[in-house]
């Protein structure tokens, strides 16, 4: 099973970044799949949510209107945009499948995100 993170880096505030995570190693069109973030010093808090379908969203409620959690089943890709960035965005960000597969559910490595001027 592989989950890879792509897209992170150095953006000013108010600045845009679109995140991808590419899965393999399970059945990733019946997996409900998440994306987490990590600031230093801080607890690992989930950002959002999409179904398997794509056609359920949820965001937690630093990020509701300004990020968007997709994904492409045919790719078996997961992506978050982010706009109107803020510096307490900075953090390590992660995906996650949320359904479990041969018994546990599944990390990739993150990617760091850092919002600074």
């Known amino acids: 099973v592989q989950l890879v993170e792509s897209g992170g880096g150095l953006v000013q505030p108010g600045g845009s970044l679109r995140l991808s995570c590419a899965v393999a190693?399970?059945?990733?069109?019946?997996?409900?799949m998440s994306w987490y973030r990590q600031a230093l010093g801080k607890e690992r808090e989930l950002v959002a949510t999409?179904?398997?379908?794509?056609?359920?969203?949820a965001y937690g409620d630093s990020v509701k209107g300004r990020f968007t959690i997709s994904r492409d089943n045919g790719k078996k890709m997961v992506f978050l945009q982010m706009n109107s960035l803020k510096p307490e965005d900075t953090a390590a960000y992660y995906c996650?499948?949320?359904?479990?597969?041969?018994?546990?559910?599944?990390w990739g490595q993150g990617t760091q995100v850092t919002v600074s001027s």
């Open positions: 999409v179904s398997s379908d794509g056609g359920s969203t």
């Open positions: 190693g399970f059945p990733f069109s019946s997996s409900d």
């Open positions: 996650k499948s949320e359904t479990k597969w041969y018994g546990r559910t599944y």
